[in-house]
């Protein structure tokens, strides 16, 4: 089955940091570029970060530029973002996207989310 | 930073055409794309480029772009369709993904 699976969610203090995990499976990961997009309880949804298919070339939005980081293991067929400086403004569910074939600006598999709360 | 604006709500009976539309600058240059997404539920594409439309997306969504502006237009509302839909896109270098910031459709 086509899917992608996060993990990693969960409670964290303001100033902490977290890892996600993103598991891909039933299609090659390696030949497609990746992103990150998250929703804050009851907004809408935000596109955080990007990563091309061989890990050249990543995009931050502003809002989380230098304090989070993704990469890839294509051998591992996974996805990760690594959240430093957590901010309460960080909590959100955090879904793994994939990008659609290669010159395609869509997401066309999306993951179920994992959710993030950054609070005291 | 580039901003895509949608309607915060629309409301229409069953059967009757909704029209949800979505306003940005670069629009002219770069693709809109459309998902609906329900409560506790991700994202499901349903117009690419536009308004193309991916296998297993009913006939009665439909997709167009003129100027600035994207429409998404469903026809025949159902039921089913309450959902919040969001448009996405890209600023003008087409480097940063950008969401609308969803329009939620009531079915009344």
Known sequence: EVQLVESGGGLVQPGGSLRLSCAASGFTFSSYSMNWVRQAPGKGLEWVSYISTSSSTMYYADSVKGRFTISRDNAKNSLYLQMNSLRAEDTAVYYCARLAAAGMGYFDLWGRGTLVTVSS | ?108
């Open chain 2, 1 to 108: 930073s580039y901003e895509l604006t949608q309607p915060p709500s629309v409301s229409v009976s069953p059967g009757q055409t909704a029209r949800i539309t979505c306003s940005g600058d670069a629009l002219p240059k770069q693709y809109a794309y459309w998902y609906q997404q329900k409560p506790g539920q991700a994202p499901v594409l349903v117009i690419y480029t536009d308004s193309e439309r991916p296998s297993g997306i009913p006939e009665r969504f439909s997709g167009s772009s003129s100027g600035t502006t994207v429409t998404l237009t469903i026809s025949g509302v159902q039921a089913e369709d309450e959902a919040d839909y969001y448009c996405q896109s890209a600023d003008s270098s087409g480097t940063y993904v950008v969401f609308g910031g969803g329009t939620k459709l009531t079915v009344l």
